[in-house]
């Protein structure tokens, strides 16, 4: 996926004014979920993505412990400047729906099943774990 189409994709879903908020949202998003992903799973959404959005996915600092969702909603609010947890609810359904969107059903479900329950409710893809 080519990065302006990636961070249009962002951009509508989370009806920001600018593709700089956009990308602010993507940039921590990805970088909380590159934390809680690995192996194949990790390498073939990160193949999914444009390189700048790869790397961080790739790169994340390693978590401590496997978040719930409620937690990563959390973890985003912190890391991003001026949100609260609604907002940061908003721009993590923004992210999360964009990657679903770039990768085939087979990749979404074995991405499910790395992370705790409720993550498919952020990828906008209910039931699908």
Sequence with gaps: MRNDAFLEAVRERGA????QE??????VVLALLGAHLVGEERNRLAARLPETYALILLNPLPAAEPLSAERFVRA???WIEGATEETALWDTGAVLSAVAEAVDADLMRRILLQLPPGYDLL??????A
Aim: no cysteine.
């Design 16 to 19: 920001y004014a600018s593709r």
């Design 76 to 78: 985003a609010a912190a």
């Design 123 to 128: 990828f906008g893809r209910p039931g699908e």
């Design 22 to 27: 956009a990308d602010r949202a993507a940039r």
